[in-house]
């Protein structure tokens, strides 16, 4: 049976100034009006327990925008690898959320696995908070993305005004958990109060919800290739690209480099990439296999709903709804476009 313990609002003070002198502590914080993100933790910090959502998503701490790679010597002759792992802890992961960063997980571990990802992730204890509210884009409770079973450290649900069940998914968790004093064992009552508090979060999502079961995503966008819905949409891109940058699956980058101005030195970086943008898909020769916005636009979609479906069984978005709020031309929104291609479908999934 897994370890459960009851952690009392009044002890997390001392917990986050234990942890903060071993490493970077993020916790969620109110950043403006009706936007939350992950802060740095201090001791005036507000922690933000009901937020919806972090406006960036937490993969940013172990793909970040921007990472040297190789740094090197024009003149020497010499370069050398760079592997920056900063030990960090992020508390107040939502589920969706901790899904996302399992799916990056096996992505970055398959294949020739990605030193730089991997060397972040063994540095990075994740501490998973259930939401108590949920932000009117988001549809995470239909697509099977409410709950997660592995890729924690800690999994904490508020219980009570002051209380939270604590369930332990590692031993470095457990050993972070004990450094204010011996905690209490959860009971049976405490147990049942955050199944409930769960199943209250749930409920929440019925609000936003696709029409049909979400394994037939796959399905329904392979009859769906010359769908009228994509142009509907794709007129109206901006190839701007903000849906790439706040989903917290896209791994897409691109790699480049710098020297400075005396071509002494320089180095080797990868920045995020997307596919809505134009030069995405632009090749030797200025050729483009995606040179239209209708083009790009679907392959979001099918990378989202069936290719990953097809690599890893799971859909490619985590109903999130950061690109619903992000989109400047209000046309990312997941939920929408799946169930408009359902209902084309004739309902037959």
């Avoid at 009392?8 to 403006?32: D, I």
């Avoid at 990056?104 to 108590?132: F, K, V, W």
């Avoid at 204010?180 to 405490?190: I, N």
């Avoid at 007129?235 to 690209?241: I, N, T």
Wanted: with cysteine; glycine share 6%; net charge neutral.
């Amino acid at each position: 049976m897994t370890t459960t313990y009851t952690v009392f609002q009044e002890q997390l003070p001392e917990l986050f100034r234990q942890w903060s002198r071993e490493c970077a502590l993020y916790v969620p914080a109110r950043a403006a009006e009706g936007f939350y993100d992950f802060r740095p933790w201090h001791e005036h910090l507000e922690v933000a327990w009901e937020y919806d959502v972090a406006y960036n998503s937490p993969k940013r701490y172990l793909l970040p925008p921007r990472e040297t790679l190789i740094r090197y010597d024009l003149a020497a002759y010499t370069a050398e690898p760079v592997f920056e792992a900063p030990a960090q802890i992020l508390f107040g992961v939502h589920p969706y959320d901790l899904k996302a960063l399992n799916q990056l997980d096996q992505i970055m571990e398959g294949g020739s696995p990605d030193q730089n990802y991997m060397r972040r992730r063994e540095a990075t204890l994740i501490m998973a908070l259930d939401p108590l509210t949920v932000s009117p884009t988001a549809f995470w409770g239909s697509i099977g993305a409410d709950k997660v079973n592995h890729g924690y450290d800690l999994y904490w649900t508020k219980i009570g005004p002051a209380s939270f069940l604590v369930q332990v998914g590692s031993a470095r968790g457990e050993e972070l958990l004990r450094r204010a004093g011996e905690p209490m064992k959860a009971t049976a009552a405490d147990r049942e109060a955050a199944r409930r508090a769960k199943l209250r979060a749930l409920s929440l999502t019925r609000a936003n919800a696709l029409k049909y079961n979400w394994e037939e995503t796959p399905r329904i966008l392979g009859r769906s290739w010359d769908s009228p819905i994509w142009r509907k949409y794709a007129v109206m891109c901006l190839a701007c690209g903000s849906c790439n940058l706040v989903c917290p699956t896209c791994y897409c980058f691109d790699i480049r480099e710098e020297a400075d101005d005396r071509l002494e030195k320089g180095e080797r970086f990868r920045a995020w990439d997307g596919c809505m943008l134009e030069s995405f898909a632009r090749v030797a020769g200025n050729h483009n296999f995606r040179p239209k916005a209708l083009d790009r636009y679907r392959h979001r979609y099918f990378r989202k709903g069936k290719y990953i479906y097809d690599k890893l069984g799971e859909l490619g978005c985590v109903g999130c709804g950061r690109c619903v709020r992000a989109c400047t031309a209000g046309i990312a929104n997941p939920l929408a476009v799946f169930n408009e291609l359902w209902e084309e479908s004739g309902n037959e999934y």
